[in-house]
């Protein structure tokens, strides 16, 4: 499994954009990446999953660059509610079902 | 959507007692299921696999005999904690692949705070 490093914390403020990059240097052709985000006391949600280019759905976007070393998360126009712990993991599509390794995750705090 | 559940929310122990955390699939069947424990900051550690009709897989470093794994039906785990201390106070947390998602897509329990006095 592929390690992923990641800020470990970032401020924002309400309304504006967040990026969120990951780096994962030894990505595998096998691996896609896949963002979680996890409030306090619950357990994590899935976001978004991605192998190149962009992926898009109604709460985030995830793009990938061409090397694929590295990819950001970027959610548009954060709210205080979008304060929480994200994490980019790095697993094969033979994981599929599979265990997945968090890393250390970014602790995004959303502020008035 | 699908939905994973876990029982008891929170619990708080005697050090010395066994304790049984549930972790249930709602509307769909998990052969699969996994364990992670959580301490405060800190992020999520896989702790085991656990899998229906056989035995579980635990990860390097996690007692197999004080972290009891039972799969018994496909839409229930059990881990039972067993002679708990108080270092074995933390978030547990289970987790089952989505079986309609992508790669590595999974849905989480809400997770049950241990407490052992």
């Known amino acids: 499994l592929a390690k992923t490093t990641q800020p470990i914390s970032m401020d924002s403020y309400e309304g504006q954009e967040v990026n969120i990059t990951c780096s994962h240097n030894n990505i595998a052709t096998n691996d896609y990446i896949t963002w979680y985000q996890q409030f306090p006391s619950q357990g994590p949600r899935f976001i978004i999953q991605?192998?190149?280019t962009k992926v898009t759905n109604e709460v985030a976007s995830l793009f990938i660059p061409a090397d694929r070393k590295s990819s950001t998360l970027s959610l548009p126009r954060v709210s205080l509610s979008d304060t929480a712990v994200y994490y980019c993991?790095?697993?094969?599509?033979?994981?599929?079902?599979?265990?997945?390794?968090f890393g250390q995750g970014t602790e995004l705090s959303v502020k008035p | 959507g699908a939905v994973v559940s876990q029982h008891p929310s929170r619990v708080i122990c005697k050090s010395g007692t066994s304790v049984k955390i549930e972790c249930r699939s709602l509307?769909?069947?998990?052969?699969?299921m996994f364990w992670y424990r959580q301490f405060p900051k800190q992020s999520l550690m896989l702790m085991a696999t656990?899998?229906?009709?056989?035995?579980?897989?635990?990860e390097q470093g996690v007692e197999k005999d004080k972290f009891l794994i039972n799969h018994a039906s496909l839409t229930l785990s059990t881990l039972t904690v067993t002679s708990a201390h108080p270092e074995d106070s933390s978030f547990y947390i289970c987790s089952a692949p989505n079986p309609r998602g992508g790669y590595n897509e999974q849905f989480f329990g809400p997770g049950t705070r241990l407490t052992v006095l």
């Open positions: 991605g192998y190149k």
């Open positions: 656990s899998n229906e009709g056989s035995k579980a897989t635990y």
């Open positions: 509307d769909f069947q998990a052969t699969t």
């Open positions: 993991l790095v697993a094969s599509i033979y994981n599929q079902g599979g265990k997945l390794i």
